[in-house]
């Protein structure tokens, strides 16, 4: 079973800081990516990193995927209200069928920005 | 469809009685999926179709549960008997055959509450 731990599960800070969060595994991953889900809505795909040290930008976000292709961040630059909700990271195995195989979700960092 | 339509988007239902969930995919994705969403937490996957054939049912929670699609469109997933800890947001997803590795498109997701 392939597990993703995301980190922190929950962060609250002031409009116009930075902040980082973190999505780490023991296992290779071929792909991953992140998803931000707003409440009453289902989740929304931001980005998809698939080479080992790729780094995207997405206006003021910012995905990186580790070299070993375990783990990935995202940072966020001047973190806005907008920029609040559930973002999650998911993985899609090296080896993936589909099905429960296909794409491991974490559990999701709870951001909160405050005006 | 543009998108991933869920119906309904709310659900109340009492303790014991059946409930059927909707997912219209986005035309011509072949591989579908559901997902449980508890409240605060991360997704649970339910189940994956390829077409109308559904080659994982590995988390489905119980026998109660069931879903079945119809040809590569419509999918139903029906709870009988509902219990309390049936609450959650059940959401669904659809994309390419074998594109599980570029991501996922969630529709919004249907808000089941068992009283």
């Known amino acids: 079973t392939q597990l993703l731990e995301q980190s922190p599960q929950f962060l609250s800070i002031q409009e116009g800081e930075n902040l980082t969060v973190y999505c780490n595994s023991s296992?290779?991953?071929?792909?991953l990516q992140w998803y931000r889900q707003e409440p009453g809505e289902g989740p929304v795909l931001l980005v998809t990193?698939?080479?080992?040290?790729e780094v995207k930008k997405l206006k003021r976000l910012t995905f990186q995927f580790g070299d070993a292709r375990k783990d990935s961040s995202l940072h966020i630059t001047a973190a806005q209200p907008g920029d609040t909700g559930l973002y999650l990271c998911?993985?899609?195995?090296?080896?993936?069928?589909?099905?429960?195989?296909?794409?491991?979700f974490g559990k999701g960092t709870h951001l909160i920005i405050q005006p | 469809g543009a998108g991933v339509s869920q119906s309904p988007s709310n659900k109340v239902t009492e303790k014991g009685k059946d409930v059927e969930l909707r997912c219209d995919p986005i035309?011509?994705?072949?591989?579908l999926y559901w997902y449980r969403q508890r409240l605060g937490q991360g997704l649970e996957f339910l189940i994956y179709?390829?077409?109308?054939?559904?080659?994982?049912k590995s988390g489905l929670p119980s026998d109660r549960f069931s879903a079945e699609r119809t040809g590569e469109s419509v999918s139903t997933l029906t709870i009988q008997r509902t219990q309390q800890e049936d609450s959650a947001v059940y959401l669904c997803?659809?994309?390419?055959?074998?594109?599980?590795?570029?991501?996922?498109?969630f529709g919004s997701g249907t808000r089941l509450t068992v009283v």
């Open positions: 997803a659809s994309s390419p055959f074998g594109q599980e590795f570029y991501g996922y498109t």
């Open positions: 296992s290779v991953f071929s792909s």
């Open positions: 990193v698939v080479t080992g040290g």
């Open positions: 998911a993985g899609v195995g090296l080896f993936s069928g589909g099905g429960a195989d296909g794409l491991t």
């Open positions: 035309s011509g994705h072949t591989a």
């Open positions: 179709f390829q077409g109308n054939s559904a080659p994982d």
